[in-house]
């Protein structure tokens, strides 16, 4: 008997000094990371997440433009990672079958929104967003008061329209424009050839949701209209004509940092710029492309990313229970969440820490309000280059000459283009 409990007494006492060494009963973390930028704060997160739970968390970062090679060559091994990034449909469909399933698990029951869940065909839940970015309409809510209105007072196409076009009313005696420069040079144009039209896509996937679950090989066009509605509201109530635009040379963050224009359409990676140029996140906030969709009210911003969770099926039960508490904890631990969001950016978790990046607040207050986010249907644009090349003309064409007949002509570009180039892409 005394031999026993003197056997028990050394046991507790091996417990007591190295936790750790029990933790492989525990399962453990392997975690693959994608973004070689945050490597040394998931390298924190990681050491304090073992120091706290005893559990081994390792992680390895592939270096850039090499993670697909890494990923396959580490899932051969057999300590491969239980934690992967799945980040767009084609990786989805490639990596299908060592996902685990995280329908109804505790960090995806953390999402804000469904905008960041990527399934396989079979429905299964494959990888969750853990980071975004999101563009929209940045707004000088200073200039914007000086005008006489409050963020609040715009919620729809209608009340943004009112706002813009009586500020053009105003424009020499408030001294500012409603609208920053649209330039069609190569510097800009993409603001508004591959963020803008997201609008049209975005409300066509809604629609039809089967049909954007990969790049589908035509669109409709259906929105169309309300792509013109805030388009020619841009271009009419902006510092530089539109005649002007083709000619490009402008500088929208200039104008806009030096309180030429209350709205600037770009995303969350101007606030450093801004922020360079004296600007203060109270006086800044990014509202949605309101357009004259029905029940925009409830519009969210345009967000998006390629860092996705999965979490790999075929690790032992220990290590996926591991992985899976790993990843709760990191979204709802207020210092650990801190971290993650100060090298991310912003996380799309309920209980995650508030990003530092206003507009990335922004974005996340939305989601937490119940606003739809617009996902970037914008990625699926076939044969970027080519197709957006056909489309800038076309809008050049209508800038200078605004009507129903040349509006075809952008029409015809966007719409007939993506087909055409869908084919030229994939045969």
């Known amino acids: 008997m005394k031999k026993t409990l003197a056997m028990l007494l050394v046991l507790c006492m091996v417990v007591a000094l190295c936790p750790a060494a029990f933790a492989a009963d525990e399962g453990s973390v392997y975690w693959l990371n994608f973004k070689p930028e945050s490597d040394e704060a998931l390298q924190q997160i990681a050491a304090m997440y073992t120091e706290e739970t005893g559990v081994e968390v390792k992680v390895v970062t592939a270096a850039s433009g090499t993670y ?33 399933d995280l329908t109804g698990t505790p960090i995806a029951e953390e999402l804000n ?26 707004t000088n809510k200073a200039l ?20 813009a076009e009586d500020i053009t009313a105003r424009k020499d005696e408030l001294g500012f424009s409603a609208f920053t420069s649209a330039g069609m040079d190569g510097s800009s144009s993409w603001r508004f050839t591959g963020h803008l039209i997201n609008l049209e896509y975005y409300y ?12 589908p090989a035509t669109i409709t066009g259906a929105y169309m209209d309300n792509y013109r509605n805030l388009w020619d509201l841009m271009i009419n109530n ?105 090298t991310f950016g912003v996380m799309p ?18 989601a937490s309000n119940g606003h739809y986010t617009m996902w970037w249907a914008t990625n699926y644009q076939p044969n970027v ?9 076309a ?20 719409v007939d283009g993506w087909a055409v180039q869908y084919q030229a892409a994939n045969g």
Not at 126 to 138: A, D
Not at 206 to 212: H, I
Not at 267 to 296: F, H, R
């Open 385 to 393: 280059d080519a197709y957006r090349a056909a489309v800038v003309s």
């Open 113 to 138: 929104t469904d905008a960041y869940m990527l399934y396989d065909e079979d429905g299964k839940l494959c990888s969750i967003g853990y980071c975004y970015e999101c563009y929209g309409i940045i």
């Open 238 to 342: 902006s510092t530089v004509a539109p005649s002007e635009l083709a000619t490009g040379g402008f500088d929208a963050q200039a104008e806009f940092a030096n309180g030429e224009a209350v709205f600037y359409s770009q995303g969350n990676w101007e606030w450093s710029g801004l922020a360079d140029k004296g600007m203060k996140a109270e006086d800044l906030t990014m509202i949605p492309y309101y357009c004259g969709v029905e029940g925009e009210e409830m519009a969210g911003l345009n967000c998006g990313t390629e860092n996705y969770w999965a979490v790999n099926g075929d690790a032992s039960e220990e290590d996926i229970q591991a992985t899976l508490d790993f990843m709760y904890w990191l979204v709802t631990d207020a210092e650990a969440s801190r971290i993650a969001v100060d």
């Open 68 to 100: 697909n090679q890494t990923l396959t060559s580490e899932m051969d091994k057999s300590d491969a990672p239980t934690l992967f990034v799945a980040g767009n449909q084609a990786a989805v469909d490639e990596w299908a079958d060592y996902c685990y």
């Open 204 to 215: 066509e996937s809604v629609d039809d949701p089967e049909a954007w679950t990969s790049c």
């Open 395 to 414: 809008m050049n064409e209508y800038n200078n000459n605004p009507s129903d007949e040349t509006w075809a002509t952008v029409e015809t570009a966007f």
């Open 144 to 163: 914007l008061k000086e005008a006489g209105y409050e963020v609040s007072d715009i919620t729809n196409f209608e009340s943004l329209k009112a706002v």
């Open 349 to 366: 978790y309920t209980n995650s820490a508030v990003s530092t990046n206003p507009f990335l607040a922004n974005a996340n207050e939305y």
